[in-house]
């Protein structure tokens, strides 16, 4: 497998690949990764679909990426995944899946189109004083000590992060920033999260950060992602012959090492209640999804806080069979899934789902965001921050287009909202979020956009429906970590098996995105079948000059140079430096930056 850019390489179709007809493939798990590895197996790999076995446990593939109505409770999201237009390997993908909604059409055409007529961004970045907007602007407020330890964190080889916090190499004016405010509401982080993944964060996105403070970055799709994205990919396998088996519970693929090779011999797994294995040879190719970040999921609905009594450090299937593999491993090159798992109290995050059809509500929901949330069009532009919580439950929410579900009724409006801090008391309702019913939570959401307080009550228990999730392990992947934490899509030696997914180690991009784990699906196909067609690389912002000069400018709160308070020193270097580059093109791009007049 190798990396490629432009078009030669996009544009090319793959040879098919030797032996393959002989071959079959077995994938663990139908989250996007499993999904994807399954796309090109059938596309690029050109194996027949009937050779191709998807394993899922549960009763729905789309792992993390799901969106349900429970005609009992009510619509039930656990997240929402942010895009951009440089996820290289997902815009590979859909490219080619066709749209279930319109004929002779691909899923990335309609997205095009939607995010090209209906361009995202937020009017509101955050409130204030119940509902209030925060004005933050669109600036940073970077003081000199962060500015100059964010740059020095973006130069840090990663080697030198590993294991440590974001605490370790930033001050503590830092926390006081928008900076920080945008960084942490947006992508989860907390203080406590890996500084190598946000150094990854920084390089990643390094050309997007202009559209951090208003979102203009970032794309959405129609509906929720399990009917935009997840439905489409599932009947594109279909169409080709591959079958999905539900109720697969994988306990574990058992390794074995010969010379220098590592061959998957057998997977274990429980069906039906019983255990029943399938024995495997060298031709037989395992995508192994080793742990999940909605693993151990805990439900509420209107009138019950979710049940945590199984909630536990390290407990889940889905940890419990890398647990499994990784004990196999001679060298830890099947990685530590403890370094991710052990902490519930650091990795968990809780989020809810309020669908309401008040006209009040939606009123105080129009003032905050200033559009009408039942236009169809873009309404939030991504979440909302309610700086008021930051020292309590740290709420934010957020409105997708509605309908967000196709069943959805034309006149009900879909609030999604998370909160990084589940063990505290909100300011309105004096209980963790954790220990909250959905219409308690629902409480704490209309006391922050400016709900009345003497109408709170009745509007949360007659005017909402509320569904909760407490998710213990969303953040496990933010844990601070070596790389060898996390195992090679392929590790060195192995033959037939590959791990996909979130906790799979592929350099320089970032988790918690859909791209990364349909990159993982991507390499492992490619590098299994020795694909000759080049993975397209990581978007490579952080190579360009013309974007880390624009970022310099951004960072500094759109100042040129002239305006920055400067010591003397650094006021005779920058005189220096302006009068070496003039003429040159190193001073049109200082102009074209803004940094210089």
Request: glycine share 6%.
């Amino acid at each position: 497998m190798y990396y490629s850019a432009g078009t030669y390489e996009s544009f090319a179709h793959p040879e098919k690949p030797k032996n393959v007809d002989q071959k079959s493939a077995y994938i663990i798990g139908t989250g996007l990764a499993g999904l994807t590895a399954a796309f090109y197996l059938v596309r690029d790999g050109q194996m027949k679909g009937e050779h191709i076995h998807l394993f899922e446990k549960l009763a729905l593939a789309g792992g993390s990426c799901d969106g349900r109505k429970d005609i009992t409770k009510g619509f039930f999201m656990r997240g929402g995944r942010e895009m951009d237009n440089h996820f290289e390997v997902m815009w590979d993908t859909f490219r080619d899946v066709p749209s279930i909604e319109t004929p002779n059409v691909s899923v990335l055409d309609e997205y095009y189109w939607l995010n090209k007529h209906d361009p995202n961004y937020s009017l509101c970045r955050a409130t204030v004083n119940r509902g209030e907007d925060a004005h933050t602007d669109g600036k940073f407020e970077l003081d000199k000590e962060s500015a100059l330890a964010l740059s020095k964190l973006f130069l840090t080889p990663e080697k030198d992060l590993e294991n440590r916090k974001i605490s370790d190499v930033l001050p503590d004016s830092f926390w006081n920033t928008n900076f920080w405010l945008y960084w942490q509401t947006m992508f989860a982080f907390q203080r406590w999260s890996s500084a190598l993944e946000m150094k990854r964060y920084l390089c990643r996105y390094v050309h997007h950060i202009d559209g951090l403070p208003d979102f203009r970055a970032l794309r959405f799709t129609k509906y929720n992602q399990y009917e935009s994205m997840i439905l489409p990919l599932v009947k594109y396998l279909e169409s080709h012959g591959v079958h999905i088996e539900f109720g697969m519970d994988v306990k574990n693929v058992l390794i074995e090492t010969e010379g220098g090779k590592k061959i998957a011999k057998q997977i274990l797994y429980v069906k039906d209640g019983k255990q029943q294995t399938i024995d495997l040879i060298e031709d037989d190719l395992v995508f192994i999804t080793n742990g999940c970040c909605t693993d151990t999921s805990c439900y509420g609905d209107q009138t019950h806080a979710p049940d945590l009594s199984a909630v536990k450090n390290g407990c889940g299937e889905s940890w419990d069979m890398w647990k499994a593999i990784a004990a196999q491993a001679e060298h830890g090159e099947f990685g530590n899934p403890e370094a991710f798992c052990s902490d519930v109290d650091a990795t968990n995050w809780m989020s809810a789902t309020v669908a309401t059809a008040n006209e009040d509500i939606i009123q105080h929901i129009t003032n905050i965001c200033k559009r009408d949330p039942r236009t169809g069009k873009v309404t939030t532009g991504g979440i909302v921050t309610v700086r008021d919580s930051t020292d309590n439950w740290y709420l934010s929410w957020t409105i997708n287009r509605q309908p967000q579900f196709k069943s959805q009724d034309k006149n009900t409006v879909l609030v999604w909202l998370y909160s990084l801090n589940t063990n505290i008391e909100g300011n309105y309702v004096k209980k963790a979020m954790r220990d909250c019913t959905g219409e308690e939570v629902c409480r704490e959401w209309l006391y922050h956009i400016g709900i009345p307080t003497e109408n709170i009550d009745a509007l949360a228990h007659d005017a909402c429906n509320t569904t909760t999730c407490f998710m213990p392990y969303i953040n496990a992947f933010f844990q601070p970590r070596k790389e060898s934490d996390r195992p090679k899509v392929v590790p060195d030696g192995a033959v037939n098996f590959a791990f996909i997914g979130q906790f799979a180690e592929t350099p320089r991009d970032t988790i918690f995105t859909t791209e990364y784990s349909m990159r993982t699906g991507m390499e492992s196909v490619y590098t299994l079948l020795d694909i000759d067609r080049g993975v397209p690389e990581v978007w490579g912002s952080k190579y360009d000059v013309r974007e880390l000069l624009r970022a310099c400018y951004y960072a500094i709160d759109k100042k040129p140079l002239s305006q920055v308070s400067l010591s003397f020193t650094e006021k005779r270097m920058l005189k220096i430096l302006l009068k070496k580059t003039k003429g040159t093109d190193i001073e049109i791009l200082l102009k074209q930056s803004g940094l210089i007049e």
